[in-house]
């Protein structure tokens, strides 16, 4: 069993966000996450012994530390030198000028946007002048586990009462930079824009894994019960989803152009309970792929990989109609300039014209999602030829993925 990476300098580096007085002793680390459930970092639960400010007290300051991947292949798959400052500016730079926007829109306290969680701090380096991430980068959170919020079962996906919830949150996460573009589009370029700059995330992949995983898409889609003529268009659909993000080629600046999270599937949302069992929080996390496209990416995502509605072929116009209500609310909401643009027609019609762009994201990370807990090896061990194991998935990614492709058909989105 590997052993969890250390954390040096760990007093120099929290200290100064603490409370004036409060000291660093020392701290107990742990792995937070199974394998399978975090791939492109190494997340670590933390105890922090601290005096308190007074110095009279001994506490403990449970944390959550975010650190790059250990695995080499992985470190090249997840870019980690762009992708973990992406995650950082998050916290830094742009969170900071959501909420600001919010406040100078007299939003009162209880409307402000809850999806993000404390960061205490961030660093690439122990090397100050460093813009390369080492092993001593490292971001600190606060444990959400221990504040009540959980991670739904991967396998299992959120209910249609949870996937109202969610589209409701993301709705207002899309909204505020659309309308911080509108408003304040030199505040939108320097605190936010420079930070979502598109990445081919097959870029660490060799073309020889690559052509694997293709050919495993294939054999799955066969598996799966789908008709040759489909499979040979899905390919098709594939093959210029992959050009465009090899070519880096973004969605059409237009009304439903935001930030996106690019990554929103079941592991990366904690969901936090009431006493009557009904959701009252919610956090996004892993934040290390956010680029600026099209929102309906996001929303086709998470619908396609993280909802287990049995009617969900049937209830996609449903779900959209959710999340546009709660977009249209929360624009309203801060002022946003030519709302007339924002007609449910414009949205559906921004849907069918981003959706066949997103089915090769949403189709690979299919067998990540569904991957079966005992047949993925500890964390030391992980490489990207684990994906294309046949013995990684079950029937459920079989009933999904025809599912996926199903709606895909079914919408002309193919």
Same mark, same amino acid.
């Given at each position: 069993?590997?052993?969890?990476?250390?954390?040096?300098?760990?007093?120099?580096?929290?200290?100064?966000?603490?409370?004036?007085?409060?000291?660093?002793?020392?701290?107990?680390?742990?792995?937070?996450?199974?394998?399978?459930?975090?791939?492109?970092?190494?997340?670590?639960?933390?105890? /922090?012994?601290?005096?308190?400010?007074?110095?009279?007290?001994?506490?403990?300051?449970?944390?959550?530390?975010?650190?790059?991947?250990?695995?080499?292949?992985?470190?090249?798959?997840?870019?980690?030198?762009?992708?973990?400052?992406?995650?950082?500016?998050?916290?830094?730079?742009?969170?900071?000028?959501?909420?600001?926007?919010?406040?100078?829109?007299?939003?009162?306290?209880?409307?402000?946007?809850?999806?993000?969680?404390? @960061?205490?701090?961030?660093?690439?380096?122990?090397?100050?002048?460093?813009?390369?991430?080492?092993?001593?980068?490292?971001?600190?959170?606060?444990?959400?586990?221990?504040?009540?919020?959980?991670?739904?079962?991967?396998?299992?996906?959120?209910?249609?009462?949870?996937?109202?919830?969610?589209?409701?949150?993301?709705?207002?996460?899309?909204?505020?930079?659309?309308?911080?573009?509108?408003?304040?589009?030199?505040?939108?370029?320097?605190?936010?824009?420079?930070?979502?700059?598109?990445?081919?995330?097959?870029?660490?992949?060799?073309?020889?894994?690559?052509?694997?995983?293709?050919?495993?898409?294939?054999?799955?889609?066969?598996?799966?019960?789908?008709?040759?003529?489909?499979?040979?268009?899905?390919?098709?659909?594939?093959?210029?989803?992959?050009?465009?993000?090899?070519?880096?080629?973004?969605?059409?600046?237009?009304?439903? @152009?935001?930030?996106?999270?690019?990554?929103?599937?079941?592991?990366?949302?904690?969901?936090?309970?009431?006493?009557?069992?009904?959701?009252?929080?919610?956090?996004?996390?892993?934040?290390?792929?956010?680029?600026?496209?099209?929102?309906?990416?996001?929303?086709?995502?998470?619908?396609?990989?993280?909802?287990?509605?049995?009617?969900?072929?049937?209830?996609?116009?449903?779900?959209?109609?959710?999340?546009?209500?709660?977009?249209?609310?929360?624009?309203?909401?801060?002022?946003?300039?030519?709302?007339?643009?924002?007609?449910?027609?414009?949205?559906?019609?921004?849907?069918?014209?981003?959706?066949?762009?997103?089915?090769?994201?949403? /189709?690979?990370?299919?067998?990540?999602?569904?991957?079966?807990?005992?047949?993925?090896?500890?964390?030391?061990?992980?490489?990207?030829?684990?994906?294309?194991?046949?013995?990684?998935?079950?029937?459920?990614?079989?009933?999904?993925?025809?599912?996926? /492709?199903?709606?895909?058909?079914?919408?002309?989105?193919?």
């Amino acid at each position: 069993m590997s052993k969890p990476p250390v954390i040096r300098n760990l007093k120099e580096f929290l200290e100064p966000v603490l409370e004036p007085g409060v000291k660093v002793l020392g701290y107990k680390s742990s792995f937070l996450t199974a394998p399978g459930d975090n791939y492109g970092s190494t997340m670590l639960a933390l105890t /922090v012994e601290v005096t308190s400010a007074t110095g009279d007290e001994l506490e403990q300051l449970p944390l959550v530390a975010k650190m790059r991947p250990t695995s080499e292949e992985f470190l090249e798959i997840f870019q980690i030198d762009v992708t973990f400052v992406k995650e950082a500016a998050v916290y830094s730079q742009i969170v900071p000028a959501m909420i600001k926007l919010q406040q100078e829109m007299g939003l009162p306290d209880e409307e402000t946007i809850d999806v993000f969680c404390r @960061c205490y701090n961030t660093r690439v380096s122990l090397d100050p002048d460093s813009d390369k991430v080492d092993a001593d980068g490292v971001m600190l959170f606060e444990n959400l586990k221990l504040a009540g919020f959980i991670t739904e079962d991967r396998r299992k996906g959120f209910t249609r009462e949870l996937a109202e919830f969610i589209l409701k949150k993301l709705a207002q996460f899309h909204a505020i930079p659309i309308a911080l573009r509108l408003l304040k589009p030199e505040v939108f370029k320097s605190s936010v824009q420079k930070f979502l700059v598109k990445i081919d995330i097959d870029a660490g992949l060799s073309e020889q894994t690559i052509q694997r995983m293709l050919t495993v898409i294939e054999a799955d889609l066969k598996k799966a019960g789908v008709k040759e003529q489909l499979i040979k268009r899905l390919l098709e659909r594939i093959d210029d989803c992959r050009k465009r993000q090899a070519n880096l080629v973004s969605d059409e600046v237009n009304q439903y @152009c935001s930030m996106l999270h690019n990554d929103l599937w079941v592991n990366n949302m904690m969901i936090k309970y009431g006493d009557t069992g009904k959701p009252t929080g919610l956090k996004f996390v892993d934040f290390q792929l956010i680029q600026m496209d099209s929102l309906v990416r996001d929303i086709l995502f998470f619908l396609l990989t993280s909802v287990s509605d049995a009617n969900l072929a049937h209830s996609t116009d449903h779900y959209f109609n959710v999340y546009f209500e709660g977009l249209r609310f929360h624009l309203a909401r801060l002022k946003c300039p030519n709302m007339s643009q924002f007609t449910y027609q414009s949205f559906l019609e921004e849907i069918n014209r981003v959706a066949p762009r997103e089915l090769y994201h949403i /189709v690979a990370m299919l067998r990540v999602v569904l991957a079966k807990k005992e047949s993925i090896p500890e964390h030391s061990e992980l490489d990207a030829e684990l994906f294309c194991n046949d013995n990684l998935v079950e029937e459920d990614y079989y009933r999904k993925l025809l599912l996926v /492709v199903t709606i895909y058909d079914q919408q002309g989105w193919v």
